[in-house]
């Protein structure tokens, strides 16, 4: 379950603390881990590195996570963490090739993706034309089967 996490000053805090609110997306549901709210120590430096220390750690509090999202701080001091969703792939493999895959995409097209890089020290056209070799014969006997 994504879990959405807020980092801001409170007035009721110095000018070094922040308060970490950590609640389930959707809230309420069966199982989901309840509001936590944490009070601490929050470390910036224009190198663009934030670490946040707890005043009172307590292990398995909350949930570990790491995830990739979008980090602002305001003029006023505070700052929020919103998780980027992590968006899967809708196409499903054909052929999985030595530098690529042939699929069908979820618009009911055939695809074929090859990535050769040149410091690979192979012939890359005939690496290519032997793939593509190999994914026409997968795509033909998934024809033959759909």
């Given amino acids: 379950m994504d879990t959405k996490n807020f980092i801001n000053n409170q007035n009721n805090c110095d000018n070094n603390s922040v308060v970490i609110n950590s609640s389930p997306m959707g809230g309420g549901q069966e199982g989901a881990p309840v509001h936590v709210q944490l009070g601490g120590q929050a470390f910036y430096d224009e190198k663009k590195y934030f670490m946040f220390c ?11 996570f790491r995830r990739q999202g979008i980090a602002q701080q305001m003029a006023d ?3 929020d963490f919103v998780v980027k969703p992590q968006l899967r792939s809708e196409s499903e493999l054909i052929r999985k090739l030595a530098h690529g895959r042939a699929s069908r995409t979820k618009d009911n097209a055939i695809q074929l993706t090859l990535k050769v890089y040149r410091t690979e020290g192979i012939n890359i056209s005939e690496a290519i034309r032997q793939e593509a070799i190999e994914a026409a014969e997968a795509i033909r006997e998934y024809q033959l089967r759909h």
Avoid at 54 to 64: E, L, S, Y
């Fill in 54 to 64: 707890p005043d009172d750690p307590v292990p398995g509090q909350v949930q570990k």
């Fill in 77 to 79: 001091g505070t700052f």
